[in-house]
């Protein structure tokens, strides 16, 4: 440790320590020279203490961990889209073909998970993306379906159906 930074009146409670350091190591120290921050956080869900270290010494420790957390939530929802919708890779790599990709899978997971907020039925997540799955082309009354999925369901009137009326 080179230097403990003070930490403002105004910080979050959870910001425990702010630090300037340099790897001293000798491997360590080839493979990079300057100095580093070295941020100590509390985190109150896991009940546990963070230390994040970053090249970013301008900024204030509470932004530094505020970042951290934001990106928490970016992995969480690319962890969501690999095991909901068992996308492995993207199919497309330009920077267009990834925006359509994410923007679908957003798509994809707030459509299940409004249709899960609707139905009467306890679901989980990944049990209704996989019964959705297995059942994505029968015709079937959707909500009645999603209310209770074990029941016989008659076929849906034709006016239900879409395109109902052109055959």
């Known amino acids: 440790m080179i230097k403990e930074n003070e930490l403002p009146e105004n910080r979050h409670q959870h910001v425990l320590k702010d630090e300037i350091i340099e790897l001293t190591g000798i491997n360590s120290k080839k493979k990079y020279a300057g100095k580093l921050r070295r941020v100590a956080l509390w985190d109150d869900e896991n009940k546990q203490t963070i230390e994040l270290i970053t090249n970013q010494i301008s900024w ?3 932004t530094i961990t505020e970042l951290y957390r934001s990106r928490w939530q970016i992995e969480i929802f690319f962890r ?5 919708l068992h996308i492995k890779s993207f199919i497309g790599t330009s920077e ?5 990709q994410i923007w679908t899978a957003l798509i994809t ?48 009137r034709l006016e239900q159906v879409q395109g109902g009326g052109l055959f």
Do not use: C, T
């Open 80 to 84: 969501e889209i690999k095991q909901l």
């Open 60 to 62: 204030a420790a509470n």
């Open 109 to 156: 997971i707030l459509i299940l998970k409004a249709l899960r907020a609707m139905a009467k039925f306890g679901w989980y997540l990944s049990n209704l993306v996989a019964f959705i799955r297995l059942n994505l082309f029968v015709k079937v009354d959707l909500i009645a379906w999603l209310d209770n999925p074990f029941d016989e369901h008659p076929p849906p």
């Open 96 to 100: 267009n073909a990834v925006m359509i």
